[in-house]
């Protein structure tokens, strides 16, 4: 029942996603602040607008599961 691995797997990940989070918190506020400078008066976010703020995070993210899984 290899399905319940996939399951166990997900829940960890997602058990790390704060503490995660937390190393990447200046990422997160650039990024969100671009997101939200962007759709100010708009209803709609568009496609890469914040790609390099979104690639900074993604690279924190990254690398702070690496260092976690160490």
């Known amino acids: 029942m290899s399905g319940s691995n ?8 997602i058990r790390l996603f704060p503490e995660l989070f937390a190393q990447c918190s200046s990422e997160a506020a650039v990024y969100g602040k ?4 962007t759709t100010t008066g708009r209803q709609e976010l568009k496609k ?3 790609t390099k703020e979104f690639e900074a995070l993604k690279t924190c993210f990254i690398s702070a599961a690496k260092k976690k899984a160490r």
């Open 34 to 37: 671009c997101v939200a400078a």
């Open 6 to 13: 996939v399951w166990s797997r997900s829940r960890e990940k």
């Open 48 to 50: 890469d607008l914040c």
